[in-house]
Nanobody, 122 residues
């Protein structure tokens, strides 16, 4: 069982930056692929980025967001730069126990955090 807790959300103006962090419980964090997803009001949850055997980003965030992980601390971060109002969403981290599962599909992930709100004002 893995528990995930996100932090770092908030209100920021367009063009600003935020850094989200996800802390994971468990002793086998390094074996998991870790993803970030965002869910805007009234919309389905959407893939943002994943870190595992490779790193992969959604086209909408390439060049603006960066995912990184610290296996010693059991954390995965999402650095969000050049934020846009359309980035407003609840951001959740997710884990799958296959390090090589680099997926944008929500059903590939077995564990989810509750999420942290990111609001970007224009």
């Amino acid at each position: 069982q893995v528990q995930l807790v996100e932090s770092g959300g908030g209100l920021v103006q367009a063009g600003g930056s935020l850094r989200l962090s996800c802390a994971a419980s468990g002793r086998t964090f390094s074996r998991y692929a870790m993803g970030w997803f965002g869910q805007a009001p009234g919309k389905e949850r959407e893939f943002v980025a994943v870190s595992g055997g490779n790193i992969y980003y959604a086209d909408s965030v390439k060049g603006r967001f960066a995912i990184s992980r610290d296996n010693a601390k059991n954390t995965v971060d999402l650095q969000m730069n050049s934020l846009k109002p359309e980035d407003t969403a609840v951001y959740s981290c997710a884990a799958t126990p296959d390090y090589n599962t680099i997926s944008r599909r929500t059903y590939e992930y077995a564990y989810w955090g509750k999420g942290t709100q990111v609001t970007v004002s224009s």
